[in-house]
């Protein structure tokens, strides 16, 4: 998924955070990821915020992976809501979100998932920016 990356550290970087994402574990911010992984988390940090790497091609390359792999018969527009505690995480507003049943503070991610009958593969996603 990521061979599209030109730097060998980028990849090396990309795969440590992906398998930060994968883990078990409630918050999947920067430092508890870098903690479960035994890595420094400024070294996360510096690949979603300031490595240059064009995130279309990875996700281009994770769908076309999907549809080899799941054979989709149909593709699914979903939205899920990430309740939050205060303002500072980016696109919180208060807004109803379907997943939480009420309006509150949260995000609302959108995604689309290739799917058939016995299983789904997220390909693309992003916050809803109200």
């Not at 035994?38 to 091609?57: E, I, M, P, Y």
């Not at 500072?88 to 379907?98: M, T």
């Not at 939480?100 to 390909?123: E, F, R």
Request: aromatic share 8%; glycine share 8%; hydrophobic share 40%.
């Amino acid at each position: 998924m990521l061979g599209c990356l030109a730097r060998s550290d980028q990849r090396a970087t990309g795969e440590l955070y992906l398998r930060g994402l994968l883990t078990d574990g409630r918050r999947k911010s920067m430092q508890p990821m870098a903690e479960r992984l035994g890595v420094d988390h400024q070294r996360l940090q510096q690949f979603v915020t300031s490595s240059t790497w064009d995130f279309t091609a990875v996700r281009r390359r994770l769908s076309s992976w999907a549809a080899q792999a799941i054979g989709p018969r149909a593709y699914v527009i979903d939205d899920t809501g990430f309740p939050k505690d205060g303002p500072a995480s980016a696109c919180v507003a208060w807004q109803y979100s379907g997943t939480l049943g009420k309006t509150a503070n949260c995000q609302i991610g959108v995604s689309v998932h290739a799917v058939n009958d016995t299983c789904s593969a997220a390909v693309d996603w992003r916050l809803f920016c109200p």
